[in-house]
């Protein structure tokens, strides 16, 4: 079977790369698609409510995102300091061991030493393909305290400047530290707009997932359904399986804030739509042709060309639409990706 990566190709001028976010949050503009009526409208992200009712199901990613980028500096073997390199966490392997992106990854090899400061270093323990290194740390203290002094946002690449503000790289409710990147559909609600929605009888159903490597790797070969996704981590509690497993069988929408949320209830649900609390690691991999168990309605953001996410969009309301509605976007000047406005599919 063929998917070709290029149909998931558009057009997009650089100068609607958003690289900083909105102020507010909830000031970023809402594109609503309607299925039924195929009909946009074109609102501001405060304005959600007026699309949700009482008794939907809003499910959102708690995970928290780590400091995960930390520059430090080569060591030789007579303790020497070499040139500058870069390591990005991914995913943690137990409390000293995580797997990383290793920049230049031809010098960083098993063996190598990295000084990152006085109180943190690393040395190479394992090499996977693509730049991917298993590294050791050795530190004093507490890593969790270590890394927040030393480390940086890992803010995406098309984002060319530092974050003033850590905190707005990160949602209103996260909770649980782990992703090397943000849940960046999330990145819009304000506790006031969260409140408002709970307030009209919405019920919120946090999920996990800590994002990594997916987000950074692009499709890269001709045939899509050849990209192997990277594993990421999930939770699924029991308190929200049953309020979406209520909500299910109730007839009630379930509306996925982000592509990370979509992934981690399809990942969670049974071939019988239903979910079970668990935790485990997903790879799931949503392309045109997916049938969804659980989601309904969608909020996510504007991704980039020939990307996993734009895909999984395309499984929901099909590629053609998919490229129409961005085409308008882009016309209408919508601001793209982490910092970009929103897109609503119900």
Known sequence: MQMKTSDFDYYLPEELIAQTPAEPRDSSRLLVYDRQTDKTEDRIFRDLPEYLRPGDVLVVNDTKVIPARIYGV???????????????????????????????????????????????????????????????????????DVLDRVGNMPLPPYIHGRLA????????????????????????????????????????????????????????????????????????????????????????????????????VESAAGEDGIIKPQKGNTEIFIYPGYKFKIVDALITNFHLPQSTLIMLVSALIGREKTLEIYRGAVEKKYRFFSFGDAMMIV
């Open 74 to 144: 080569r060591i030789g073997a007579d303790g020497s300091e070499g040139g500058a390199c870069e390591i990005l966490l991914l995913k943690r392997i137990d409390y000293t061991h995580w797997e990383c992106i290793a920049k230049p990854a031809r010098k960083l090899l098993p063996g190598r030493e990295i000084r990152f400061s006085d109180d943190l270093s690393a040395v190479v323990t394992g090499r996977g393909e693509e730049g991917i290194r298993t590294v050791e740390f050795r530190f004093d203290g507490v890593f969790e």
């Open 165 to 264: 503000d850590k905190t707005r790289y990160q949602t209103v409710y996260c909770r649980e530290e782990g992703a090397a990147a943000a849940p960046t559909a999330g990145l819009h609600f304000t506790p006031e707009l969260l409140s408002a929605i709970k307030d009209m009888g919405v019920i919120v159903a946090p999920v996990l997932l800590h994002v990594g490597l997916g987000t950074f790797r692009p499709v890269k070969e001709e045939n899509a359904l050849d990209h192997k996704m990277h594993s990421e981590y999930y939770e699924v509690s029991a308190e929200s399986a049953e309020a979406i497993n209520a909500a299910k069988r109730e007839g009630r929408r379930v509306i996925c804030v982000g592509t990370t949320s979509v992934r981690t």
